[in-house]
Structures are given as structure tokens and as C-alpha cells.
């Protein structure tokens, strides 16, 4: 399932789509809620798919087995030891847990498999429109840094990131520059397919997901995080239902390993269980598959990331799980921290949780101590979607791939880096992120809501940061209650020509429940930039912020400027404690 939701994740995805001339904004899902698999046609009645799982490169008796035992062979992964296997016999399972050198078998569907999975169909290349609107800074895109990072390094076309998706539009205006097809494949129903075009959607989420992480800088539309990587789309979802099953997963994952990605992104969770439980046979299984196909995958040298989820749930204190399987009919039952949500709880596996344009956590988004490796912007972000088209979605689905995108420019940088390289980067050059309310634990530095912090694509690509000449006001400022708004005045002199877009300004205020605070620095021509919004949903205590200001850019330097604050709800009081502006 993939993570653009807000409850059911998929099914309840908030979207605005731009095509070439005005679409209504819709009232309910963007993506119709998928057909129950249920009601989708079966190969045979009562036909399953199962993982059996052997030692790597020891799967000959196995698959001799699944013959003399009720099954075919739908697929083989030999080098790590995984034969996907079809069968209608109810006892298939436990004869062939009873095989010598078979170390797990477990069924991956609560229905049966599809008729499509004889003969899959091949998508439709969606018509295309061409966009008129002009590239603009979006949100997301400067809250990373990453308008800044452009103009040093905008990535390198040696480096591909795999869009593990519902597939993307290679021929839209915005990626078909940067798509490779020769690297595109397939992997819907546990079999890899590199026919033409398998690669191409079955839904919006793939391509909104592959524009976020490299839409070209070609003046139009919108720009990825790394617009000069090379992408190739490895479609996991299967069309109609739009499942991620275990064996499309494995098949995908062992595909990236195979093709030399330097990075995948995965935004979804892997069907139909929420979280996979070592206690369940079956769910043991796919289990040991799915990290195992991750493991090569990352052997091969690839970073693999992927997105938190969207439940807003405490992953490091699991209880319960109403709503799996989601392919049959959910049932509520009990869970425990052994028992994970895949890709996204496998070691190694960047997970990331979704942030708001005021640096809180998203709403929706999942968090919890040592399962979220860092953050990213994720509401409303806007993108691309297949037929030439733009649309803003909302879900961990979003903030993954900005991480991916810093990935990929941290790659280029240098291509020998190791995937644990590459982690141990992405953490350091993380912007770290205060707690933003009582269930956050941990440091600034690093805690339960956004890992080590928001990822940074300026830091990323060594893009100069606000090392000029600094002025600073440490006198305090009293805030009133939901009063007039206050301000504190720096004055700089003797700074050369205008400030840069690298500006910083350093925030420290002391107040109970900051999301009483508006905050704005006030340029010497009286011009307002705002540095924080206010959130009622936003209950710590104390800004301490480095915000970068880089549409003041351009701002006549010398002169006085103004830190501006204002408690707009009653109840809570503060001070300004110091800022400091650096050019």
C-alpha cells in the first residue's frame, strides 16, 4: 500500500491536478479507492502465491518440490534464495515446510492471484499535454535548500535512482529527459517484465513521487530535488488493486541490485499486512524475503529509503492493527515491536518521516525511537503526474523522496560512497529539529519525531552558507499576550552590496506553546519575510531556529533590520531571548 494517505494511507490521499486546463479540485481521493481484490478475477479458484525460502543459491529440491507438491513456479530469485510459487492446494504450505532445505514457506495474499499474472497487460502510455507555467520555488523545494543547491550541483546523469512505484510516465515533459528504459522493468505480480513500457503507470503516485526526486530544470513545470539525475521506474504495484505484495517487492528490489542504482525510493508499505509478525508463519516469510532481497540490494551498493507511513503511530510502541489484511477483510489484532512495516522497518533502510513548513511533524505521520531516520517535507507537496500534468499530494510517500533526491546529490559528489557512506551523511548534514510536542522524545539533535533532522540538499552539495560578517541582539524583548507584536532591531554596517541568498537568521525565544508565535524579519525598507508561521497543533515550548532567508536576497544590507513577533492566542507568554543575522 502506497503512503499518501492520511488514515488508510492510499485511500485517502489528498490531491490537486493540473493538466492543460483547470481540474476541479476534488472532495475525495484524487486516485479511486482500488477495487477489492476480492472481486478481481482469479486465475483459478482459490489459486495463492507463496514464498518458499531456501539457502541462497540452493533452490533446485525446492523447486522440484513445488511441482511434486501442488505448485508451479512463477518466479526464482536463486541468489537469495526465494522461489515464488503458486498452488490451489489448501495444504501446500505445510507439506512443503516439510521438505528438506526448505527453511520457510509462507502464503503473501489473503485472495487469490489474478487472472493478469498468466499474461500481464502492458499500461497505456498516458496522452501527454505540454506545460505553459513557468518554474517557480516551491515550498519544499526551498525549506531543503535545494533552489540553492542547484546552481552548484543539480546531481549527475551516472547516478540513477530507482523509483519503486506504481510505475511513472516516462514520457512526461518534465522526466522524460532524465528517464532511462533501459533500466525500467516490471516486477507487478512477483515476475520481472523489461518488455516496453511495463514500466508505466497504474496510478498517479509513482510519477508524483519521480518528480519530486528529479523533474528536469528546463524552465517549466516544477524542479526535482537533483533535476540532472538519471531515474528508472521499477513498477511494483499491481494495476487495478494497486498492492505491493511481498514477491513484487523482492522481485524490485533484487531488479535495483541487478541494474547498479545507487539509490531506490520506496513509498509504500508491503501487502496486505501492515506489520509483518515473526510470531505468524506466513508473515515470517515475507519477513525474511523482503530483507533479504533488501540485503542484496544493498550489497549491490545501493541506498534504499523509504517512507515511515502515515497512521500516526508510535512505531517503537506497537499495540494493535485494525486494518490488515487490506487485500481481503481486516481484522483487529494484537502486535509488538518484533513485528515490522516493510520496507521501512529493515535495518539500513532510510525511513522518513513527514514534516510541515513549520518544521513540525505532519499530522499523519508516523514516528518513533530509532525507526525514523530523518525528516522531510510532505504536506501538500506539488509535483508531477502522468499525461504531462502537476498536483499537490500529502503523505510520507512526499517527504521520502526529497531524501532520495539528497541522496542522489550526495552520490554525485562522490560516486565511490558506500550506501553506509551515504547514511552516515545524510545524518550529519542533517538540519536538526526540536521536539514539537509531548509525545516527541529524545534531543534536538536527534529524537523519535525526525530522526537526526530535516534533510538538507544545500549542505549536501557544499553550497556556501551565511559565513559573512554577524550582528546580534541579545537584549530581552517581552512578548504580550495575544497582543501587538514586538520587535528587536539589529543594525548592520560595513557589509558590501546587498545580502545574500545564503542570509541567516538565528532565533532564540522563550515562550510556552510557540504555536502562539508568528515570526518575521523586518528588512530596512520595511519589507516582511516570514520565518514562522503559527499552528494551534504545535504545543512545546521555546523557538530555537536557525532560519535561512533567501528571498531576502538582493535586500540593500547595511541598514536596520527587525526580528518581528507576535502572539496571536491567548494564555502563554515569552520573551525574546537573542537573535543574531549573518550575511
Sequence with gaps: MFLRSHSRLRRAATAVALGVGLIAVPATPAVAAPTSPATANAAAAGLRSYLVITAPNNTGGAKTAVGANGGTVYASYDAIGVVVAHSAAADFAPRMRAVTGVQQVGATRTTDVPAAAANPAIPAAPAQSTPTAAETARADMTQIGADQAWAVNPGSPTV???????????????????????????????????????????GDHGTHVAGTVAAARNGKGMVGVAPATTIAAVRVAEPTTQMFYAENTICAFVFSGDMGFKVTNSSYYVDPWLFNCPSDLDQAAILEGVRRSVAYAEGKGVLNVAAAGNQNYNLAAKTTDTSSPDDSTPVSRPVTTPCLSLPAELPSVVAVSSITSSNTKSSFSNYG???????????????????????????????????????????????????????????????????????????????????????????????????????????????????????????????????????????????????????????????????????????????????????????????????????????????????????
Design 160 to 202: 540513477t535512482v530507482g523509483i519503486l512505484d506504481t510505475g511513472v510516465d516516462d514520457q512526461h515533459y518534465d522526466l522524460k529527459a532524465n528517464f532511462v528504459a533501459a533500466k525500467s522493468a516490471s516486477c507487478a505480480y512477483g515476475r520481472l517484465d523489461t518488455r516496453a513500457g511495463a514500466w508505466r503507470p497504474v
Design 369 to 583: 525511537t530509532d525507526k525514523v531516520f530523518t525528516a522531510a517535507p510532505g504536506d501538500n507537496v506539488y509535483s508531477t503526474i502522468p499525461g504531462g500534468g502537476y498536483g499537490a499530494m500529502s503523505g510520507t510517500s512526499m517527504a521520502s523522496p526529497h531524501v532520495a533526491g539528497v541522496a542522489a546529490l550526495l552520490a554525485a559528489a562522490d560516486r565511490t560512497a558506500t550506501p553506509a557512506a551515504l547514511r552516515a551523511k545524510l545524518a550529519a548534514q542533517a538540519d536538526d529539529l526540536a521536539c514539537t510536542d509531548s509525545r516527541c522524545a529524545g534531543t534536538t539533535a536527534k529524537n523519535n519525531f525526525f530522526g537526526e533532522g530535516r534533510v538538507d540538499a544545500k549542505e549536501a552539495v557544499g553550497a556556501p552558507t551565511g559565513t559573512g560578517p554577524s550582528f546580534e541582539n541579545t537584549t530581552d524583548v517581552p512578548i504580550p499576550d495575544a497582543g501587538a507584536a514586538v520587535t528587536s532591531p539589529i543594525t548592520a554596517t560595513g557589509v558590501a552590496g546587498t545580502a545574500p541568498a545564503t542570509l541567516k537568521a538565528d532565533v532564540n525565544i522563550t515562550h510556552t506553546y510557540r504555536g502562539d508565535l508568528v515570526i518575521d524579519l523586518i528588512a530596512p525598507d520595511g519589507t516582511a519575510y516570514r520565518l514562522k508561521n503559527s499552528s494551534s497543533s504545535d504545543s512545546a515550548d521555546n523557538v530555537i531556529a536557525s532560519y535561512t532567508v533567501a528571498a531576502a536576497a538582493g535586500e540593500t544590507a547595511n541598514g536596520t533590520w527587525k526580528l518581528q513577533v507576535r502572539d496571536i492566542y491567548s494564555s502563554d507568554t515569552g520573551f525574546i531571548n537573542s537573535w543574531k543575522l549573518t550575511f
